[in-house]
Every structure is written in structure tokens, then in C-alpha cells.
């Protein structure tokens, strides 16, 4: 199990996205990393609610769409950034599960 952080602040574009791999409830599990145009970070599962697969289309390679939803690279369900909620395609009205994390130290830490 890593105990380190999950990524340097400075791999992480403002407004863009990242994967990480951590452990979650005792699984490790990939995450979905996304830094906020305001600076704060959020991380959700990368699992889509519709079929269950990550969204994105290599490692760490995310589809953002120019109304700045997140797109599945498989059947292009569209996330809002905030709340991880599905607004269009195959799972809309789900949602990504969040997973707390933190920013310290110029890295992101699970919470
Ligand atoms: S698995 Fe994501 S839209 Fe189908």
C-alpha cells in the first residue's frame, strides 16, 4: 500500500486531470484527479456508473469537453467537475464516487 502522496501539485495542470492509483476501503482502486480552476483538487473513482470502466482513453489521459464536462472515453457519459454528477449520456442523474483527498505540502494526499 503506498503511503506516500498520490501526486505532485506540479503534475497536476490547473483545469486538467491526472490518475492515481490508492488504497480505498481496503482495495486499491484508481482515482480520478482534477484540479480546480480556483486551485482545490478533487478525486473520484475511475469507474463510470454506466458499465463500470475507467474513463479514460489511456492512463491518465481524460477527455474534457469544450462545456467543461468530463467524458468516458467509452460511451461518452458528460460529468460535471464539482459534484461528479452525470448530466448527459447513458448514466445520467449518477454519479462518480468522490474519494476525500488534500492538498499539503505541494502534493495530494488522500484525506
Ligand atoms: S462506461 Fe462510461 S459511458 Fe459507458
Do not use: Q, Y
Not at 502522496?5 to 492515481?20: E, I, N, R, S
Not at 489511456?58 to 469544450?66: D, H, N, R
Not at 483527498?101 to 505541494?106: F, S, T, Y
Amino acid at each position: 500500500m503506498p503511503d506516500g502522496p498520490l501526486l505532485a501539485l506540479d503534475d497536476l495542470a490547473t483545469g486538467g486531470f491526472a490518475a492515481a492509483e490508492a488504497p480505498v476501503d481496503g482495495s486499491v482502486e484508481a482515482l480520478i484527479l482534477h484540479r480546480d480552476p480556483d486551485g482545490g483538487v478533487r478525486a473520484w473513482l475511475n469507474v463510470c456508473p454506466h458499465a463500470g470502466r475507467r474513463l479514460d482513453w489511456a492512463p491518465g489521459k481524460f477527455i474534457l469537453s469544450k462545456d467543461g464536462l468530463l467524458v468516458c472515453a467509452v460511451h461518452g457519459a458528460s460529468f460535471e467537475t464539482v459534484g461528479g454528477l452525470c448530466t448527459a449520456g447513458p448514466c445520467r442523474g449518477e454519479s462518480l464516487r468522490a474519494v476525500a483527498v488534500a492538498v499539503r505540502d505541494g502534493a495530494v494526499w488522500l484525506a
